[in-house]
């Protein structure tokens, strides 16, 4: 599914921000592990990675209603909005969950950072994996 991006002017762009891509290949098609950008307050992680070609997973088209969007804050939670329960509820969803786990597209850029996302390597949408 594709996201669709807000014609809103942007913030601008004063936040670092870096990626972590334990697959590369297959966020970006290119080797580099890791990807040093910045961003503005008030974009959301999947709209920062996707808009800078790291193609995240985002099954639902990032509203809160599947888990493909996993990741791993490694820094700078702070700079984050806070995680809501519905967010919360939906991560727990997601496999190799750990204590730094956060939906992208729930994870609003609101601090000075710096940030540091790692991007897991495998992609399922949980949404097709209800428990029995
Ligand atoms: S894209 Fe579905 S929850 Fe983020």
Redesign the pocket.
């Given at each position: 599914m594709h996201r669709k991006h807000s014609d809103e002017p942007k913030a601008p762009a004063v936040v670092p921000v870096t990626f972590l891509l334990q697959d590369p290949q297959s966020l970006t098609g290119g080797d580099a592990r890791e990807i040093h950008l910045m961003a503005g307050k008030g974009q959301d992680l999947?709209d920062v990675a996707m808009e800078n070609g790291i193609n995240i997973?985002?099954?639902?088209?990032?509203?809160?209603?599947?888990?493909?969007?996993h990741v791993y804050i490694n820094e700078g939670m702070k700079s984050l909005s806070e995680a809501q329960d519905d967010e919360m509820d939906?991560v727990e969803e997601a496999p190799a969950l750990r204590r730094t786990s956060r939906?992208?597209?729930?994870s609003v850029i609101q601090g000075a950072g710096p940030i540091v996302v790692e991007v897991p390597s495998w992609n399922r949408n949980a949404v097709k994996e209800k428990p029995h």
């Open positions: 999947l997973e985002h099954a639902c088209g990032g509203v809160c209603a599947c888990s493909t969007c939906r939906l992208a597209c729930q």
